[in-house]
């Protein structure tokens, strides 16, 4: 994600609330994305899957005042 700075020029977003939805009907995580560079847009976390069969979503759906929207 990137946003426009004063000068006009695209600079990466940071942010310390942005999370991962890893969905099955049971267990149901949210886990909080952690900013990974000084100068990059580059969010990651680390988390052990469930030892279980089934069919897993990642989701990010993140909503700010001012923004557009990011839904993935």
């Known amino acids: 994600m990137h946003e426009l700075g004063c000068d006009g ?3 990466p ?3 310390k609330d942005i999370q ?3 969905v099955m009907l049971d267990p149901y995580y949210i ?3 952690e900013h990974t560079g000084k ?3 580059t969010y ?3 988390y052990k899957v469930p030892d279980r069969l089934g069919v ?4 990010i759906t993140y909503w700010r005042y001012g923004y557009t929207y990011l839904e993935d």
């Not at 897993?56 to 989701?59: A, S």
């Open 9 to 11: 020029q695209w600079k």
């Open 13 to 15: 977003y940071i942010a």
């Open 20 to 22: 991962l939805e890893f």
């Open 31 to 33: 886990i909080n994305l």
């Open 39 to 41: 100068d990059s847009a």
């Open 44 to 46: 990651s976390a680390k």
């Open 56 to 59: 897993y979503k990642f989701m």
